[in-house]
């Protein structure tokens, strides 16, 4: 199986129509983010600075197969563990999300986590405000989000020195490179789902504020799920079997080219266009702009075609999308498999914007 997918890999280079993440950063200025300016202050978790020289230019093997247990299965829908005593939920949106306010996450049990996964299933995204997760140590948040399933290890993103498994998302202080991006393009919306050119993309994924202006910067989030059941049930037979290639090598050629790194070689895997929950059952569209290329078995006219729909179709039903605004102390949780989501780069205050992302990886998708 693995061989058969890099080898398809090989050919899908410019095989597909998509765009990447073209506002990523390979650099950053450490004695201004150290100091802070005259605007801004230092930045406040300094051992969270990206680096990109963790591994001294060796690159990791390719990712092997592993088994991955849902946790979700396992929880009490309830959400005794979760969900208790001054333990408030609101809806953020009818559609989709949540913001919790009340619970620690990093005191849950086993338990906990497992009704998390779940609700995080459920909801698609859950922003837990108030949260102590920024202020552990690395390595207990590494730990605590290993439950979850095996970390990934982005190809070629910054990472916290001595800790590749976190990516961060960071824009310094007075940093002016959004200006640039926009004299090409008329806005920065960029849905993706992440990294699902690997073989077992994520599931339940963790994403938390470290610095965020004070407005601006929120991330926008798409049921996949509600995507998937706006179509007509004829279309949604049609889809029923079709396969898509997904690509990471435009996303490491042009990391590459800002002068950036690979961390291991590109690959590109085939996934169903509509994949099934493990723990709930439910079926979601999974395409994405940035990493599918095109669907296996129909000429590029047609796959184009198709896809360009689906895309429509995923921007356009803002009825089933939601945006959560991050605020110190945010901690997002939101389920992969089923969601795309989006930044936005809306601030012109020259504000810091750093936030981590721990990433377990999940099953294979599969269509029931």
Request: aromatic fraction near 8%; proline fraction near 6%; charged fraction near 25%.
């Amino acid at each position: 199986m693995t061989t058969a997918v890099q080898s398809q890999s090989r050919v899908a280079v410019g095989g597909g129509v998509g765009a990447y993440k073209d506002v990523a950063v390979s650099s950053i200025n450490h004695e201004t983010e150290l100091k802070g300016t005259a605007t801004s202050s230092p930045a406040s978790h300094p051992h969270y600075l990206p680096v990109w020289d963790n591994e001294k230019g060796q690159r990791y093997p390719p990712l092997t197969p592993f088994e991955h247990y849902e946790h979700g299965k396992d929880a009490d829908p309830t959400f005794p563990n979760l969900l208790g005593r001054g333990v408030t939920v609101e809806e953020i949106t009818g559609s989709i999300g949540a913001e919790v306010k009340g619970v620690q996450l990093s005191q849950l049990s086993d338990a906990g986590k497992d009704e998390l996964a779940l609700l995080v299933a459920q909801k698609k995204v859950v922003a837990f405000r108030d949260q102590d997760f920024a202020n552990q140590p690395i390595e207990k948040a590494l730990e605590y989000c290993r439950y979850f399933g095996r970390l990934h290890i982005h190809q070629a993103s910054g990472a916290p020195r001595g800790y590749p498994e976190v990516h961060l998302v960071h824009r310094g202080a007075e940093d002016t490179s959004f200006q640039d991006f926009l004299q090409e393009r008329t806005n920065s919306i960029q849905w993706h789902s992440d990294v699902t050119h690997e073989n077992q993309p994520p599931g339940t994924t963790f994403l938390y504020a470290l610095d965020v202006p004070r407005s601006g910067g929120d991330t926008l989030f798409l049921n996949q799920v509600k995507a998937y059941e706006r179509l007509s049930p004829a279309f949604r037979e049609r889809l029923s079997g079709l396969k898509a290639v997904h690509s990471g090598h435009e996303q490491a050629e042009s990391s590459l080219k800002r002068g950036g790194i690979l961390r291991r070689e590109a690959i590109s895997s085939i996934h169903p266009l509509v994949r099934t929950h493990p723990a709930t059952g439910e079926k979601a569209l999974y395409v994405n702009p940035q990493f599918t290329r095109y669907i296996v078995g129909f000429k590029k006219e047609e796959s184009d075609y198709l896809l360009k729909f689906l895309y429509d179709h995923m921007a356009f039903s803002q009825d089933v999308q939601c945006r959560v605004r991050w605020a110190p102390g945010t901690v997002v949780v939101w389920d992969n498999r089923v969601t795309a989501h989006s930044p936005l780069i809306d601030w012109e205050t020259g504000a810091r914007r750093h936030i981590a992302r721990i990433t377990p990886q999940a099953e294979r998708p599969y269509e029931t």
